[in-house]
């Protein structure tokens, strides 16, 4: 069992990443499924799907490529199990100046920081991706 599931799930991307794989496979859950939205949205991965395998299923993850060199530049957890981190509207980070991107866990739904701008809302800062 894992303590830290979206921990695992940034690990095994970067993990695939610099093995410079073409797809990687997670273990399905449904934060993670949106983080893998978010991803494809922002344009750090090809594609993502979900295959019904077993009782869980997995999200396969197309890697994307530019010029031999991942788009991915860097992936960071943030709130942590032990730790859990929240921000409000006006503390809502900006990854690399808006060149990154800030997920938010909001009661809305799993969004990226411009969105929680645009609606003025604060969550748990699950991780960052530049």
């Known amino acids: 069992m894992v303590t830290d599931p979206i921990a695992d799930m940034l690990a095994r991307i970067r993990n695939a990443l610099m093995a410079k794989k073409e797809e990687v496979r997670i273990p399905a859950s449904g934060i993670k499924k949106e983080i893998a ?7 750090f991965i090809e594609d993502y799907r979900v295959e019904e395998s077993n009782v869980q299923g997995e999200i396969v993850i197309k890697l994307k490529y530019h010029k031999g060199e991942s788009v991915i530049r860097g992936l960071r957890r ?24 800030a997920i938010i866990s909001t009661s809305k739904g799993v969004m990226t920081d411009k969105e929680c701008r645009k609606l003025g809302i604060g969550g748990e800062y699950i991780c960052e991706i530049w």
């Not at 939205?37 to 344009?43: A, D, M, P, V, W």
């Not at 980070?93 to 990154?100: E, M």
Request: no cysteine; glycine share 16%.
């Open 37 to 43: 939205r978010i991803l494809k949205e922002e344009g």
């Open 78 to 101: 943030v709130s942590k199990p032990g730790r859990r981190i929240y921000v409000s509207k006006t503390e809502l980070p900006k990854v690399l100046g808006g060149l990154g991107v």
